[in-house]
């Protein structure tokens, strides 16, 4: 128990690269869609294991990918950027 207590500290103390930023941004909108990962992926025309890699941050987007999520958002690049705090 107290492993895992030190693996949270640790990991509370990392700073988010822009790449986990910009994938909880498009989490949080996924959520706010009430969509599934793979509803997304069909919705933007990528594939579902993309969209899981955007969100943890282990995927960088083009600009041509995150134009098409923002206008599944229905937003502009820049307010999806802004909501990642980027």
Same mark, same amino acid.
């Given at each position: 128990?107290?492993? +895992? /207590? @030190?693996?949270?500290? @640790?990991? $509370?103390?990392?700073?988010?690269?822009?790449?986990?930023?910009?994938?909880? $941004? @498009?989490?949080?909108?996924?959520?706010?869609? +009430?969509?599934?990962?793979?509803?997304? $992926?069909?919705?933007? *025309?990528?594939?579902?294991?993309? @969209?899981?890699?955007?969100?943890?941050?282990?995927?960088?987007?083009?600009?041509?990918?995150?134009?098409?999520?923002?206008?599944?958002?229905?937003?502009?690049? *820049?307010?999806?950027? /802004?909501? $990642? /705090?980027?």
């Amino acid at each position: 128990m107290q492993y +895992d /207590g @030190v693996l949270f500290f @640790v990991s $509370a103390r990392r700073k988010q690269t822009p790449q986990e930023m910009l994938g909880i $941004a @498009v989490r949080e909108r996924r959520l706010e869609l +009430d969509v599934s990962q793979e509803q997304l $992926a069909e919705m933007v *025309s990528v594939h579902r294991n993309y @969209v899981g890699k955007i969100e943890r941050g282990e995927q960088n987007l083009t600009i041509e990918t995150l134009v098409r999520f923002a206008k599944t958002f229905r937003c502009k690049p *820049s307010e999806l950027l /802004g909501e $990642a /705090g980027l």
